[in-house]
Antibody, heavy 116, light 112 residues
Framework: EAQLVESGGGLVQPGGSLRLSCAASGFTFSSWGWHWVRQAPGKGLVWVSYIHPDGSTRYTDSVTGRLTISRDNARSTLYLQMNSLRVEDTAVYYC??????????WGQGTLVTVSS | DVVMTQSPLSLPVTLGQPASISCRSSQSLLYSDGNTYLSWFHQRPGQSPRRLIYQVSNWDSGVPDRFSGSGSATYFTLEISRVEAEDVGVYYCMQGARWPYTFGQGTKLEIK
């Protein structure tokens, strides 16, 4: 059964850093593109970042230069390095698979809270 | 960025009655490969979203056939033929035709 399990969320002060991980199983991880999508408390879904199977990346404007997506195909794991965190980055972060310009599988999410 | 606008934002429905949600995009979602990349998701309270429909009208595995998607270019609709209690939650449309992917604001379906 295909599964995505995020980890690494928590409480961090503004300006701090976190690294999120997403362990994938049941997929040929290296063959697919992967996204991070976030959802602030009580709000809607927002696309954050994408990594292609070839390693190329894309980011939404508000996180460019602060968040870095990466992948380890040998470990079937997706990462999101989050630096210079802001209060507005507070959200549940979901790891999701890109499936032909759509998103199919979602993880359970990991909560990042940025607060002093 | 492509702006996705859903309506209504709140949808009270009686059990067994139909429901309809519309989604408009600020640009055409018809891609150069001939496909239209519009998906619908359902998020129950406290759960991760689940995709229902992709490429406008294709069901995901396990999605009841009371759900249907239609539309083209910039106007799309998700219809539920007979609402059941498990259908409560928030519905989102999402476009993947142009970067960045963007979502609608969400439509909250509740039972009257």
């Amino acid at each position: 059964e295909a599964q995505l399990v995020e980890s690494g969320g928590g409480l961090v002060q503004p300006g701090g850093s976190l690294r999120l991980s997403c362990a994938a199983s049941g997929f040929t991880f290296s063959s697919w593109g992967w996204h991070w999508v976030r959802q602030a408390p009580g709000k809607g879904l927002v696309w954050v970042s994408y990594i292609h199977p070839d390693g190329s990346t894309r980011y939404t404007d508000s996180v460019t230069g602060r968040l870095t997506i990466s992948r380890d195909n040998a470990r079937s794991t997706l990462y999101l390095q989050m630096n210079s965190l802001r209060v507005e980055d507070t959200a549940v972060y979901y790891c999701v698979r890109d499936f032909f310009s759509s998103i199919d599988y979602w993880g359970q999410g990991t909560l990042v809270t940025v607060s002093s | 960025d492509v702006v996705m606008t859903q309506s209504p934002l709140s949808l009270p429905v009686t059990l067994g009655q139909p429901a309809s949600i519309s989604c408009r995009s600020s640009q055409s979602l018809l891609y150069s490969d001939g496909n239209t990349y519009l998906s619908w998701f359902h998020q129950r309270p406290g759960q991760s979203p689940r995709r229902l429909i992709y490429q406008v009208s294709n069901w995901d595995s396990g999605v009841p056939d009371r759900f249907s998607g239609s539309g083209s270019a910039t106007y799309f609709t998700l219809e539920i033929s007979r609402v059941e209690a498990e259908d409560v939650g928030v519905y989102y449309c999402m476009q993947g035709a142009r970067w960045p992917y963007t979502f609608g604001q969400g439509t909250k379906l509740e039972i009257k």
